[in-house]
């Protein structure tokens, strides 16, 4: 039914070939059309309904191009790289024809149908975000600002992309039909102060489980492998500061805190921050540390997720390791207490894998506070 509902949507956007809108198409913003009959052609390699494409796909074989966005930058060609690296391509970091075949070899569409429901606008929302931690820790919650932010990180897509793509749609009416990015959607719910993830179910039994972690300081990326030492997951992050830089060696996870509070201590001494006494900031996905707080047995370090997912790779962290939400919340899934996690402090490549696909996994509920070092 969904296939049904996007080739109709898809159907009523196209233009014939041949007519000056079908031959500007790659010049404009992309559209529902233009990404789904997007093909690597040799000259057409930066044209944003192809990389939308070429993303969407990437997320789907679990290699994060951090935010879906259209736009060819460093996280959709490390991403790119680290597929091919994975699957014994050669590692130009371009969607040259063998990699397309491999990518998108009985790929189902890059987008779905989706209708805006009531739950995706029972908020609460808030209308802005303070820009410092003082105001930050007088909301009851860090929640979304609209419900176009929350559907956007709920496929793992930047706002401009969304709306591009529904340049018509109303986010705010119940009923509205979209187009989104084709990825199981992250899971929320909503409480009375703020909008959370949901944890995984303690029943998964048959969802893939971490067994080692690997912080890539140089190449800045976090890879998840199982037991046997197979990719079950490949992420673009931000790693630690030049002031606290990131810890080297091993160490292991802690435990796993859902939808944490955020406490800064004014020992920390960032900069900007005046406050001379200690901060509670609530929960919600525009906390410091976002939906999911994985504590380390480093002490004072966590890898966690964010408010500010286009910048994830692009800037410093206050010494911990940064992911989208979506993507912290998809490692929090596969990991438990006791996954070793190692920081490597030299560039390493991607193994091949032969097939290990990563979905959702254990987690363990908690709300504890987790420290401002993030």
Known sequence: MIRLLVAAFLAA????????SARSVHRSAPTAASVDAAVPNGRNESDPALIAKAETLLDRAHFSPGEIDGQDGDNYRKALKAFQQANNLPQSGKLDPETWRTLASGASPPLQAYTISSDDLAGPFEKTIPGNLVRMARLSG??????????AEKFHMSESLLRKLNPRADFRRAGANIVVANLPAMLLRSTRHTIEAQPPKENAAQAPRAATIVVDKPARNVRAYDKDGKLLAFYPATIGSEEKPAPSGDFKVRRIDWNPDFRYDPKFHWKGVKSRRKLVIKPGPNNPVGLVWIDLTAPSYGIHGTPQPENIGKTESHGCIRLTNWDAVDLASMSRPGVIVKFE?????VAPLSSAPAGEGLGLQSKRQVPANE
Do not use: I, K
């Open 13 to 20: 956007l196209v233009v014939p070939f041949g007519s000056a």
């Open 142 to 151: 860090l929640s979304y600002t609209s419900p176009l932010e929350d559907l």
């Open 345 to 349: 402090d030299q560039d390493t490549p």
